[in-house]
């Protein structure tokens, strides 16, 4: 048994319509992915700035932390050097060991 084709008549502005129905369906789909894209670029652009002003912060952080180090080395260098010179001590307990007399290399370098 042969199955009969049915062909309908679609009339010209039909067609036009269709067309562009898929026309505008194709550019709605155009423009939402060029919305998203710009919308993720505002996004990107935001948290960017925020890095930016934290990295900011994070160095003056950094920055204060090592002055107050060096503060307190300098403090401590003066009291041992106060304490030696109470104690009439020489250089001998100096946590260098290259400073003591009894220091010596452990390898002979030619």
């Known amino acids: 048994m042969r199955h009969r084709r049915l062909y309908y008549k679609i009339s010209s502005e039909t067609l036009k319509m269709l067309s562009a129905n898929r026309k505008a369906h194709r550019r709605r789909i155009v423009l939402s992915t060029l919305r998203e894209t710009v ?23 950094t920055e204060s932390k090592a002055t107050a180090l060096e503060s307190e080395v300098r403090i401590l260098k003066e009291e041992v050097e106060s304490l030696r010179t109470l104690l009439g001590v020489k250089d001998e307990f100096s946590s260098d060991p290259r400073k003591t007399e009894k220091w010596k290399p452990k390898f002979n370098i030619k």
């Open 39 to 61: 919308e993720k670029l505002r996004r990107l652009d935001a948290e960017k700035k925020n890095l930016l002003v934290e990295m900011e912060e994070l160095k003056k952080l």
